[in-house]
């Protein structure tokens, strides 16, 4: 708390300056840097939730009906006698699913670093407006909560998939997920979106209006226009699976029917009529894979600016980066019904997504080649964070190309919900996006605690968990290209797919090491926050203008006038100066150029 | 108990792990203790990214030898299966070659440019020439790929009426699925969901004032005659179910309040499969392997002989047992489909009087 008293002696000029109690500074704080730290925790508390939770299926499939005691003690009578029910393995499968691309890669990713980097990195006090974002955490809070608490409904928690495809997520009766698991599943939802949207809003507002002066448009580093091309994304797409689950909530609850239609289950014919759930799923992966790239796009942000920083180079292509996040961003919008192929719309449509979905490779190419083309005749710095995101390239390579498999909509009629998909998304946006979201806060815990991490824990857990990774997914893709369908929980009815069982222990085994190994991360994470070597204010000699506020946090960001900015971020190395960096804030020499332009 | 046993391994390994770093940094607290990468990290990760390298290609082969026959990358059993292998391998090549080379040169060079103290990067920023030829490249193939592609989906999804094909509905609910034949005019009766009569045993809700329905034949195991083009009408009376049929390289929804079709003609009867040397390996191995599991199997009352079947499985998340949802095809020549359909009762007998 001494900090506080600390950073005021500052703090004179600011004219929002009042005096902090406990709950004001470190609960309903309406600065950045704390809100930033708040989506950190809550999002990494939610990932050991979702990580626990892949770990029990996974030891399901690898050793079937089996009774193991950490389902005893961690399901209690969703596991009679230690062994899994199959009612519990497809809510883990669904909840797992709902927690990681929501509450960890969106709102643990996103949350944590649009807040902690946009004010920083452009030089801005704060965020647009400091109350919107106070808001849009407590509201993430209060979903997580919502989604936690419906884990312990007596029914069971939503078991229809992450994708809660009506009818089954619609009826009571098709699954017992489907009761009040399912409704506070939408509810969380629901709170999630308006905390994804007013969070999503303030980024773009401050991203376009609180620049400092100096810092155009092409002079952002790539982390901000990731972050405010995400922001873009979720404006326009998340409202869509506002309104699907709105829909999806009057009919289970008001009898509508605009996803339903001629339904007999448990012996009667119920009243519904005309709807489709053809319609449903337009609405969902209208979000659902946009939402992929919301996931992406910033892990890819945090990749360029730290492979930049690390590999003491400029990142290479600037403009065509920015070009491809564009790109990117835009294709992603229109290449939903990829999801759809065999779903029974029309195979025309099929035809004009098979088009756009492949379209994607190509700025995915040019960004894979981009990074590839940075390290080279480098001056490589082996930080963990570097690390990280060397191997976020890796996995966006191996992951992406198995989307030339998917995206084309013929081969995606064998492969369609086979453990090949699992395997595609999970290396792709999954992994990468995970890497992304370490790399950022092995880089950017010194700005955000004021200490260091320690690097050999780091190196461990890098290590460790790309090997895992690949142990996991890797030969996923066979035992999904032998047609075994994914969501199954046990395989055992298949005499076809008994030549699948070794590999699926050995995935199990790397799953379990890899989850093991996670507490590597979390123990070096919340002992360095206490004990963490102190920090220098620019450890890595990054460019970028976070590195020039002071290491102790205080509202306003800069003591006196925020730095102005006089080039881009990505001087590294750059001929005619001295050290291999040159802070964005630092004026052009005489007769020096701005090369990138 | 294996996997307590092997929870208390992996713990074990992990904390001996714990324990050498422990000692790691404990060794280093007489030298700076910087938190940020020193030349000697720098090489050693820069190695440790020529392992990983190696790792990746070593896992890549593991596969492709250990799993490698899983796959049905062969062995179709449709007249568009070929078709489709081939552009799975096509794509499959170009993902390999691609894949080898920059995960190559990615590694490598964080191998090659580990940094060192005292040398500077060189400063290179942009290179028109370079980005357009690696846009230029996966346009050109992507092309390729994409009209390859739509040329096989169309030719799989347009059905020709005029081939004659023999309609056969997929009926799905939690968690069986049925099939109905049109019989002899090939025309199924009219059926909505609403006019199923439990009490008279008429499950898919058939209409029984429609002539149509007079001859249609429902049954639990799918029958096709060898060589005939046959046109699925899908439909589900509850919940989304997806008929999956590896074998033929056809899956399709089956959606509640609407029908859906996909149609393939069969190429390779059961029995020929079963004496496919492939086919004939995988099933050997597969008895292998649950000769290992035999008490276990025993006690599910399954068989522990496994024959080799063609399967319609369910493919979309439906319910608790989703995972047991399945249903025999036999691929047989006409005569012994002729035989069999004969033997199958008509619908207006299947009911309760």
Redesign the interface.
């Known amino acids: 708390m001494s900090a506080t008293a600390d950073t005021h002696a500052h703090d004179d000029h600011d004219v929002h300056h009042h005096k902090e109690t406990f709950v004001t500074k470190y609960i309903f704080s309406q600065d950045h840097k704390m809100i930033a730290k708040q989506y950190l925790i809550t999002g990494t508390i939610m990932g050991v939730i979702g990580v626990l939770m892949s770990i029990m299926f996974r ?1 399901q499939i690898a ?1 079937p009906e ?5 389902f005893e003690a961690l399901l209690g009578k969703w596991a009679p006698e230690g062994v899994m029910d ?2 519990i393995y ?1 809510a883990l499968v669904t909840i797992h699913g709902t927690i990681m691309v929501f509450f960890v890669l969106t709102a643990g990713l996103s949350g944590t670093f649009s807040n902690l980097l946009i004010p920083l990195q452009i030089g801005a006090r704060d965020m647009a407006s400091g109350f919107l974002n106070m808001i849009s955490y407590w509201l993430f809070f209060v979903s997580s909560v919502v989604m936690v608490i419906s884990l312990f409904v007596e029914a069971g928690p939503a078991a ?2 992450w994708t809660i ?4 997520s619609a ?1 009571p009766m ?3 997920g489907s009761g009040m698991g399912m409704t506070l599943w939408l509810v969380s939802m629901a709170i999630f979106i308006a905390s994804s949207l007013l969070g999503s809003l303030n980024y773009i507002v401050t991203v376009i209006n609180l620049r400092t002066k100096g810092m155009s448009m092409t002079r952002l580093p790539l982390t901000i226009w990731a972050f405010f091309v995400t922001a873009v994304i979720g404006v326009i797409s998340f409202p869509v699976l506002l309104s699907a689950a709105l829909l999806l909530i009057m009919d289970r609850s008001f009898g509508t029917s605009f996803f ?6 448990q ?1 009667e ?1 119920l009243h519904y009529q ?5 319609l449903f799923e337009h609405l969902f992966w209208f979000l659902g894979h946009p939402e992929v790239y919301i996931v992406l796009l910033p892990a890819l942000g945090i990749t360029s600016e730290i492979i930049a920083t690390n ?10 980066m920015v070009a491809s996040i564009l790109a990117i961003a835009f294709l992603s919008t229109i290449v939903w019904g990829h999801h759809m192929f ?3 719309m029309n ?1 025309f449509l ?2 004009v997504f ?2 756009t979905t ?2 994607i ?2 700025p995915s ?2 960004k ?6 940075t ?9 963990p964070a ?2 990280f995101s ?1 191997g976020l ?2 996995t966006f ?2 992951g992406g ?2 989307g ?2 998917l995206g ?4 995606d ?2 492969v ?3 453990y090949f998909v699992v395997a595609h998304f999970h290396l792709v946006m999954g992994i990468s996006a995970l890497y992304g979201m370490f790399a950022g806060i092995y880089h950017w815990f010194p700005k955000m605690y004021g200490r ?6 780091g ?2 857990h890098f ?2 968990t ?2 895992c990774a ?2 996991v997914f ?2 996923m ?3 999904g ?3 075994l ?1 994914r ?10 797919f ?6 699926n222990v050995v995935i199990t ?1 790397f799953a ?2 890899g989850g ?2 996670q ?2 991360f979390l123990y070096n994470f919340f002992v360095s926050i206490f004990y ?2 102190k920090a220098e204010q620019n ?2 000699k990054s460019n970028t203008l976070e590195w020039t506020a002071p290491v102790k946090h205080m509202h306003g960001n800069w003591p006196g006038e925020i730095p102005h900015v006089y080039r881009w971020s ?1 001087d ?4 005619g100066h001295d050290e ?1 960096f040159v802070p964005q804030n630092v004026p052009m020499k005489d007769g020096e150029e701005e ?2 332009h | 108990m ?3 046993l ?2 208390i391994i ?2 074990f ?2 904390v001996a ?2 324990q050498m ?1 422990k000692i ?2 404990l060794a ?1 607290v007489g030298a700076s ?5 020193t030349d000697k ?2 090489t ?3 190695y ?2 020529i392992g ?1 390298l190696i ?2 290609y070593a ?2 082969i593991a ?2 030898v ?3 026959d ?4 062969s062995n179709s059993a449709s007249e568009h299966g070929p078709e ?1 292998d081939n ?2 391998i096509i ?2 090549v ?2 390999f070659i ?2 080898t080379i ?2 190559f ?3 490598y ?2 191998y090659k ?4 103290k005292g ?9 028109n020439f ?2 357009a030829v ?2 230029v490249i ?2 050109i193939v ?1 092309a390729g ?2 009209i390859y ?2 040329f ?3 030719d ?3 059905v020709d009426e005029s081939e004659d094909p023999m309609i056969v509905e997929l009926y799905a ?2 968690f069986n699925w049925k099939a109905r034949y049109g019989g002899d005019d090939n025309v199924l009766g009219k059926a ?3 006019l ?1 009569d ?1 009490d008279r045993a008429n499950i898919l ?1 058939i209409d029984e004032e429609d002539p149509n329905a007079k001859d249609d034949v429902i049954v639990t195991e799918l029958h096709l005659p060898v060589g005939r083009p046959v046109l699925f009408k ?1 439909r589900s ?4 179910h ?1 008929a ?1 049929m ?1 074998h033929f ?5 089956c ?4 029908v ?1 079709q ?1 149609g393939f003609t069969p190429t390779v009867t059961t029995e020929e499969m079963r004496q496919n040397p492939d086919i004939q390996d ?1 099933v050997a ?2 008895n292998a ?2 000769l290992e599991r035999k008490a276990e199997i025993e006690e ?1 009352g ?1 068989d522990l002989n ?1 024959q080799f ?1 063609y ?1 319609l ?12 949802m ?1 249903m025999k095809i036999v691929v047989e020549t006409q005569e012994e489909f002729d035989a069999w359909i004969a033997e199958q009762k008509t619908f207006p007998n299947s009911l309760n009087k």
């Open positions: 030891m050793w089996q009774p193991n005691v950490l199959a009612d497809l229809a998939g495809y009506p009818p089954l009826l098709a699954q017992g339903l239609s001629d339904i007999f289950i012996g014919v005309g709807g489709s759930p053809v590999s003491r180079k400029p990142i290479f292509g600037y403009r065509a065999i779903s029974g195979p099929g035809s098979t088009f492949l379209l490779a190509i190419a040019v894979a080649f981009n990074y590839i083309t390290l080279w005749k480098g001056n490589l710095q082996m930080n570097m690390l060397i390239v890796s390579i191996t190309l198995t030339i498999i084309d909509s013929a081969l009629i064998n369609h919900d086979t260091m991490l320690n690097k050999n824990l190196y461990l290590w460790v790309a090997i690949y142990g890797f030969p893709h066979f035992i290209m032998a047609g369908p969501r199954y929980y046990t395989n055992s009815n298949f005499p076809l008994d030549d699948t069982a070794n590999a085994m379990i090491v093991i190994f507490l590597v963490g070597k450890p890595w990505y590294y190395s750059k001929p291999d090369l990138h | 294996t996997t307590l092997i929870f992996v713990l390994v992990a792990m714990w770093v790691f940094d280093q203790n910087n938190q940020v990468a990290d720098n050693f990760n820069g440790m990214m990983f790792f990746i896992i890549t596969s492709f250990y799993l490698g899983l796959p049905l990358m489709l552009l799975m794509s499959m170009i993902i691609v894949q920059t995960q040169l990615l590694h060079f964080a440019y580990k940094g060192e040398r500077k990067a060189l400063f290179y920023a942009d290179n370079l980005e690696w846009t996966p346009v992507l790929l994409i592609g739509l096989t989906w169309n799989i999804m347009n609910q939690q909505n969901v609403r199923i439990l809700g899908m009376q509850d919940v989304l997806s999956y590896p390289r056809a899956q399709m929804n959606v509640p309040g609407m859906t996909f995988k191995n597969i392997l649950r599910a399954q496994y079947d399967l499985l369910c493919n979309k998340i439906c319910g608790k047992s989703h995972y047991n399945q």
